[in-house]
């Protein structure tokens, strides 16, 4: 494989051909870090465990593909050691919202200025599809159910993102797969941001999910813009709101939207920065 | 009572006399049982005897939760504050009632004032000069309490109008210049500096917390990193991070924070990150007694974890080698690219020794990272396999030498690969790098004469239970004994020691005998070999040891 730009190795990714991790990987490396003019060895990307996360091994800055679900606490290390490399942390749902939960709030709460990439798959996909924490909770009969392998989840979805504006994180947004300059946008945006920066990845299982999963988001989002009218799921009784990202409240509204219903791309909340 | 033992042992340590104070304490958050043992000697920083020459008690119910830990002897003298509660205690000969609460809220309004009392007593029995407390106040921030409490330490030494005590007075010391005072997790906190540690993370855990806020305040004055984390695993995860970038980085913990470290530190060994880790080891398994001393977590620190993950142990056995070899963990952590695990316990670490402080200023060689020199190279690799097994590591944010790290198995060049040749080559890089280790024979420290064929191998603060025994039995001369300061990988000055035995006795506080089953398992070990392995929590004694050690001379 022919090298696409300065930052790609010219190592295969392993993932199968559509998954939503060649969007990250094309958005980091022909965008990001070329539009932001980060030298190769600024930049400092850690992964966890999981499909996502063999993503460093593609890209030609330094890199650590670590441990399942603790990739933010050696993205922070780093980042306390050394303030002048760019951090970046990624990982799939299992990584940040289900072994490494608890490690997020206190990301959060620290404000360390790192960015973390969180590539939402919602399933295991590695392991061969079982449920994660985002598989979206499903009543009998609703429709189809996420994986067609394994009986459906039991438990509702943990709603990270939620929490985390819940926390005051100061920098939260979500973009999706299918729209690769948005998605760069927001990442630029995230390391631009002086704080902890988290962006949520909707993306496609193209192997454990039937494809009208990642259809429906993909139909049913929309876009975030700065002083316009947000749109809200056909359940809801409320009148739209002109998007405002300082306002924690709204931001709460925005992230508790269930994302089969109306998922909201863009910065939801941009609130205090860095303190260091 | 511990303030009672500080500052008698500050003030004596700042004429020169040396010792040191276990500390007990129970599982009280305040308040609660709690007592030192306190040695002063004119030469050398003694283990406290068995029984001491004289008690101070305050309260007779809490020290019954400490009396098997302060047993008192038939020719102990008392000092105590009310008379025990029916027949529950045996009094010595020699037992005074003191009332100290009562006269120090005469004279102060609070009883809190009691151990000031007590100090000036010890003082006057001691012959302590007169001048000393307030010279030495002076110097010492903690001794200024003294100061303030004038009156009490004056009422003090005047407490006893008879005074029976001559053949309490302390010898003048050999060297009346002042000794330090410090414990184990402090000389660490020290050492850890010396060597040029940038970065800490860990959590609070008993008996390893005073690690922590030594460092917090040592790195804030220097401008390093600090941070409590949000758990154990978060901590190493947090040093390995810092660790990329070339920061010297270090955790501290005991038993269980130890127990979810251990996937971090398989990778650390796998991806070849330097950091050190202190474990101050504490009575196992699960919460066990956090504030009692054991020496169980051997088999964790050498084996612990998944998938053949070479470490180092090193384990220090007296507060002087808590400084040493922290020093040497971070140089062989850095130079070997490997998690150290520095092996201290609850004894090493929360008992302060007042003793002469030129190990301070010692030189201690630092060995350094191997970084790429040179040009920068397209052609890096991380993991090249070298003569000596190490390869040049860049930190990250160095120009030009751009790798990606993985905990996959990988290739020379970091990259994952499932070849099982590769699995294996890099399994022996990782192994064998550390080989040269094994000859460093100055890290097996033995005592005793090289002719004898009887042998004792001992690690950490037992050992010096060991050693004192060995000495009071005067059997130096038929018994030798070796203490390892490097554990793994088994130092090759061990295997010698044991090859020149007949005899051989292992001595640990565990109840498995993990020590003696890890040489075991290494060394053919002479057919007379015995083991002397019981739980912890009670330190070891000289009359206990002396029956297997007797036994072993005979």
Known sequence: MSKESDYRTEVTPVWCPGCGGFALLNALTSRVLPNLGIPRHQALIVSGIGCSSRIPAYIDTYGFNSLHGRAVLIAQGAKLASPDLTVVAIGGDGDFFSIGAGHLPHAVRRNVNITCIMVNNFVYALTKGQTSPTTPFLQRGEGPFLSLQFYPPVDPVLDMVSYSVSTGASFIAQGIASDVPHLSWLIEEAIKHKGFSFVNVLTPCVTFEPPQFFKTIREKASYLKEGEPVELPDSSGEQPWLHDSSNITLALKLAQTPVLEKPHLGIIFQGRPDLL | ?554
């Open chain 2, 1 to 554: 009572m511990v303030v009672l033992g500080s500052l008698l042992q500050r003030l004596a340590a700042s004429q020169g006399y040396s010792g040191q104070m276990p500390r007990y304490y129970g599982p009280q958050i305040r308040g609660g049982a709690s007592g030192v043992k306190l040695s002063l000697d004119t030469t050398r920083a003694s283990v406290p005897a068995d029984t001491p020459d004289i008690t101070v008690c305050f309260n007779w119910e809490k020290y019954a939760e400490l009396e098997q830990e302060l047993p008192l002897g038939i020719n102990t003298v008392l000092f105590y504050d009310k008379a025990p509660p029916g027949e529950s205690i045996a009094l010595p000969e020699k037992s005074f009632q003191v009332g100290f609460s009562g006269i120090s809220k005469d004279l102060t309004g609070a009883t809190t004032a009691k151990n000031i009392l007590a100090l000036g007593l010890l003082e006057r029995i001691l012959a302590l000069p007169e001048s000393l407390s307030k010279g030495a106040t002076v110097h010492d921030d903690a001794l200024a309490l003294l100061e303030r409490n004038g009156l009490a330490l004056n009422a003090g030494k005047r407490l006893l109008l008879e005074f029976p005590f001559a053949e309490l007075k302390l010898s003048p010391p050999r060297d009346a210049s002042p000794r330090a005072v410090r414990h184990g997790n402090a000389a660490i906190a020290q050492g850890a500096i010396r060597a040029g540690c940038r970065a800490f993370f860990g959590y609070p855990i008993t008996p390893a917390s005073e690690i922590m806020q030594e460092m917090q305040e040592h790195l804030n004055q220097r401008n390093g990193v600090f941070l409590q984390a949000e758990d154990e695993i978060a901590a190493l995860g947090l040093a390995l991070g810092a660790s990329l970038t070339g920061a010297k980085s270090m955790t501290a913990t005991t038993g269980p924070g130890l127990d979810l470290m251990t996937e971090m530190m398989g990778l650390a060994s796998g991806a070849e990150i330097p950091v050190v880790i202190v474990d101050v080891q504490r009575c196992g398994p699960a919460t066990g007694i956090p504030s009692k001393s054991e020496q169980s977590d051997l088999n964790h620190v050498i084996y612990g974890g998944h998938g053949d993950a070479p470490r180092v142990v090193i384990a220090p056995y007296n507060m002087e080698g808590c400084y040493r070899l922290i020093i040497e963990s971070f140089s062989i952590s850095e130079y070997y690219q490997t998690p150290v695990i520095l092996l201290s316990d609850q004894r090493l670490g929360q008992t302060t020794v007042a003793t002469g402080s030129d190990f301070l200023t010692e030189d201690y060689a630092v060995a350094r990272r191997k970084r790429p020199g040179g040009e920068s190279r397209e052609e890096y690799r991380r993991y090249e396999l070298t003569e000596d097994y190490i390869s040049p590591m860049a930190f990250a944010g160095d120009e030009g030498f751009v790798y990606q790290a993985t905990g996959l198995s990988h290739n020379e060049k970091g990259r994952p690969s499932f070849d099982f040749a590769t699995q294996q080559r890099m399994h022996e890089k990782r192994w064998q790098k550390l080989a040269p280790l094994r000859d460093r024979d100055e890290l097996v420290k033995v005592f005793g004469r090289e002719e004898s064929r009887k042998g004792i191998v001992a690690f950490g603060s037992s050992a010096q239970f060991v050693l004192e025994t060995v000495r009071d039995l005067g059997l130096q001369d038929e018994v030798k004994v070796c203490i390892p300061e490097l554990i793994q990988p088994l130092p090759r000055g061990l295997i010698g020691f044991v090859d020149s035995l007949e005899k051989l006795l292992v001595i640990e506080m565990n109840y498995s005998g993990q020590l003696y089953h890890y040489l075991r398992s290494q060394i053919d070990l002479p057919s007379d070999t015995k083991s002397y392995a019981r739980a912890g929590g009670l330190a070891f004694s000289a009359t206990e040891l002396s029956g297997p050690i007797r036994e072993l001379a005979r």
